[in-house]
Nanobody
Framework: QVQSLESGGGLVQAGDSLRLSCGGSWPSFDMYAMAWFRQAPGKEREFVAA????????TYTDSVKGRFTISRDNAKNTVYLQMNALKPGDTAVYYC???????????????????WGQGTQVTVSS
């Protein structure tokens, strides 16, 4: 089973930026939508952003719109999450996953994704 490998997390101050990366040995990576989720302590995993196979379509949860940008490089089998103007409320473990549906369909529900990795910790101090 293919698993994601997330990296780029760390401890930053409010207002700082981070760029997360996610790679994996997915066959036919460029056929699938990809997404980022996050899970804060004591909370359920929540959707952050998703991108279609061609990068033509993206979608974000409201709390990160205008601050986070999801992108992908199909030649490198990698998806990114650029996070700007970070807030303490962004503190969480961030996961990426591969879409199980059409590469053009973007879903916010975790059951539409697989290939979950161990995640990368992002901690934002005030």
């Amino acid at each position: 089973q293919v698993q994601s490998l997330e990296s780029g997390g760390g401890l930053v101050q409010a207002g700082d930026s981070l760029r997360l990366s996610c790679g994996g040995s997915w066959p036919s990576f460029d056929m699938y939508a990809m997404a980022w989720f996050r899970q804060a302590p004591g909370k359920e995993r929540e959707f952050v952003a998703a991108i279609s196979w061609s990068s033509e379509r993206t979608t974000y949860t409201d709390s990160v719109k205008g601050r986070f940008t999801i992108s992908r490089d199909n030649a490198k089998n990698t998806v990114y999450l650029q996070m700007n103007a970070l807030k303490p409320g962004d503190t969480a473990v961030y996961y990426c996953a591969r879409g199980r549906g059409s590469g053009s369909s973007l879903y916010a529900e975790s059951e539409w994704y697989d290939g979950w990795g161990q995640g990368t910790q992002v901690t934002v101090s005030s």
